[in-house]
Each structure stands twice: as C-alpha cells, then as structure tokens.
C-alpha cells in the first residue's frame, strides 16, 4: 500500500451560508444554510475535498466516520459504507415525515449515511486525483463530454437582501429567466412549483413559453398535486413542458399519471436510493430519474444508477440542492462521465453568494467545462471557510437545521403546506 494514499486525517467543518427566501412546497428558505466541508488529508500531504449537507443528524454521522477513516487508503471507497454503517450511533430513526433539507421522501438512517458518505468519497477521489495528477473524470472511467450543460433554476421568491427582488407572478418569473438568460446563458428553465395554486403556475410557464419559445421548460411542485390536478396540469401544458417532476408524491400516484398523460415525468422523490428503483421501473412511474450524488452515496453510485437508467430505457437528469463550488466540481466530473444524461442538469449555485472555493465557476452558455486539472479541479479558500464556520459557531441553532417550514412559519404563523 502507496503510504502517500493512507489517510492521515479527517477534518470537518460544518458551515452557514447565506441563501435567499427561495419558496417552495416545504416553505421558504431561511437566511442561512448548514453545509459540511470535509477534508480527508493523506499522509502525503494532500487534501481532498468534498462537500454536503450540514444538518446536526448529518454530523452526527460523520463524526465517526472521520474518527474511523485515517490509516485507510482514499483507494477504498468501496468499503465507506460498510464503514459508515459500522461506526454510526442510531441515528433518526425511520422519520415518516419529508425531509425539508432535500424534499428527498420518507428520510431514513440509510439515507443519511448515503449523503455523508458522498462527502468522504468525493473527498477521497479528490485526493487520489491531486496525488496522482488525474481528474475525478479519468478516475471515473473518463469523461465523454468536455462541457456539461445546466439549467437556470427559477423560484417564486419574496424580497431580501439580495439584489433580485420578489417574483410572485408570471411578469417576476419572466423577469428572473431573462436574467439567468442574460448573465449565464442558460438555454433551458425549470420552475420549482407547488407554492401557488396550479392555475397561476400554469400561467407562469405559458409566460415563460411565450418569451423563450422552442425552450425546454420544466415544472416541479414537488408532490403537491393529487392525481387529478397533476393531470389537469399535463393537458394545459402539454406542449411546453420538457418533464413534469414528481407533480404528486410515491411511485403509485406518480404510476396512475404517467398512465395517462404523455407529458414525461421525473423523479427526484419516489426514486433516491437503488431499492426504490424496480418498483417505479416496473410500473412505469417515471420516465426521467435526477440523479444526485450527495442521495445516491457518491460520483460511483451515481454511475451505477445512469447504467441501470440506460438499461431500462429510462432517461437520465441532474437534481440539485442548495451547494457550494466543491459540490458544483463533483456534479460537473461526474456529469462528464454518463453517455445517457440528455438533460440539462439542474443547479442552486447562481443563487449562492457566498462560497469556499476560488475561484468561483464561471458558467457560460449555460455550461461549465469540465476541469481537466487533478482532482475536483477547484481549491479550498480557507479564510472564507473560516468565515462561514465563525458564523455556525455564534449561531443560537436557529439555522443548524434547515427548516423550510419553520422559516415560513416565522413570517405566517398559521401557515400549513397546501395540496391541490
């Protein structure tokens, strides 16, 4: 065993960045988002990094985890999650309730190990790639693409402190569209839904439609629908949308649509881990799954699940939650990698001011391009980090959890989350 591959150490560090009041089923977003920085640093002196969420139960985690890690080789990731599995305390037990910090369905002890453990492994690859002079991309098999292309991400918003101001009806979605247009290139558009009533989201992708024609558009409300309405909304839109995603919640009500409507759906919902995956298949639920390595356990994971996609003749897109440039790399190596993704991958970061690397991506035409330097290609700003982890640590534990709805609840008392 190559000493220099040994892990020496784990560091982590949990941070709160600054993110807009971005609404949704769930809620709204609060003023700051806790995501966890890891570093697993080898015996050769190089730091790998990896990046995800960074809610207490996540922590505790990968407290252990970390603990457990140095004197392994970062060449076994394979052996993470029997690892994380081993070293975890019980954790969450089986929550029936959504998990607001990635709308990911039921949340279980399962998934979370499978979100920290995307952290250490991107982290390990980083390392490996910086040690060995490679990209992740070449570790993952080498990229197919040179460019991956991304989706502006548009939401009904209240006014903050940022300098885009409220979008509350068609004329504001509109506006933010011909800003991501403008600013970043970005050729499709994606809606996150399920906020207002149907008929006013409706009218915002017909406005979209009718100021980006021939775009590909994207509506998602997050399981919000019944069956009924989610109908209702495919026959009004039918000729716009790209995919409808996850317009109602689990795999039957998403199963009865998809059996009468041609409008393809999408999941980031009812398909998050590989045991969820021979039912939705199976009854034809969906035709589009988003992938998404902090769900699936890593940039491996990920590959597997576009091969088992490309098997059974199911498409292929990119989820994404609110992240930093170290998740933006991962996202961008491993989209480089997978044949079958014809989608444009969906990204929070245009709505991200603050990050801990540098410098900060520059997307042009909607694309990144895919960095051929070793590892990520991105390198840690630690006084910035340092920065957004003084503020977790003056934080009172109002925002070390996110909390959508106890955020919106903060502004309206007596709200509840509304299906239609």
């Known amino acids: 065993m190559d000493a220099k591959l040994i892990v020496d150490e784990v560091r982590l560090t949990p941070i709160l960045i600054s993110d807009p009041p971005l609404l949704n089923t ?39 985890l970390a603990e457990a890690l140095p004197g392994r080789s970062v060449t076994d990731v394979n052996d993470l999650f029997a690892l994380a599995a081993k070293t975890a305390e019980t954790v969450g037990a089986e929550d029936t309730g ?9 949340r279980t002890a399962d998934k979370l190990r499978l979100s920290v453990v995307s952290a250490f492994e991107t982290a390990c690859l980083d390392a490996l790639g910086r040690t060995l002079g490679l990209p992740v991309h070449a570790l993952l098999g080498g990229k197919v693409r040179d460019e991956v292309e991304y989706s502006a991400y548009l939401f009904y918003k209240w006014a903050g402190t940022d ?10 979605i509109v506006a933010q569209a011909r800003r991501f247009d403008r600013e970043y290139g970005f050729r499709s558009f994606k809606l996150k839904g399920g906020v207002f009533e149907p008929e006013r ?8 439609a009718d100021a980006f024609p021939g775009r590909p558009l994207r509506l998602d409300p997050n399981g919000a629908w019944s069956v009924e309405t989610s109908l209702a909304v495919a026959r009004e839109l039918k000729d716009v949308l790209e ?15 998809a059996a009468r409507t041609d409008v393809p759906l999408a999941t980031n ?11 939705a298949f199976a009854a034809g639920a969906v035709r589009i799954v988003l992938c998404d390595h902090h769900y699936w356990g890593g940039l491996h994971r990920t590959r597997e699940l576009a091969a088992l996609c490309r098997t059974y003749g199911v498409g292929l897109s990119m989820h994404s939650n609110t992240h930093l440039g170290i998740s933006l ?12 993704l014809h989608h444009a991958c969906d990204t929070h970061y245009p709505w991200q001011t603050e990050d801990v690397v540098t410098p900060r991506p520059v997307f042009r035409a909607g694309r990144l391009t895919v960095s051929d ?17 003084e503020r977790w640590l003056a934080d009172d534990g109002t925002f070390r959890d996110r909390d959508d709805a106890a955020a919106m609840r903060r502004a309206h008392p007596n709200w509840t989350p509304t299906r239609w």
Not at 98 to 106: E, I, N
Not at 163 to 172: I, K, M, N, V
Not at 243 to 254: C, K, N, R, V
């Open 163 to 172: 300098d885009w101001g409220a979008a509350l009806d068609p004329a504001g």
């Open 26 to 64: 769930q809620g709204v977003h609060q003023p700051h988002t806790p995501r966890l920085v890891v570093e697993v640093v080898t015996r050769g002196g190089v730091s790998g990094l990896g990046e995800t969420y960074g809610d207490g139960v996540y922590l505790d985690v990968a407290r252990p």
């Open 269 to 279: 919902m009812c398909v998050t881990t590989f045991e969820e995956v021979p039912e």
């Open 329 to 340: 790399a991962a996202m961008t190596q491993v989209a480089a990698t997978l044949p079958g």
């Open 201 to 208: 989201e409706i009218a915002a992708i017909r406005a979209l």
């Open 243 to 257: 995919y409808l995603e996850d317009p109602a919640s689990g795999t039957a009500a998403m199963a009865e649509i």
């Open 373 to 389: 330097a070793p590892g990520l290609g991105v390198d840690l700003d630690r006084e910035a980090l340092a920065t957004l982890h």
């Open 98 to 106: 959504v998990d607001a910090s990635g709308l990911r369905g039921v």
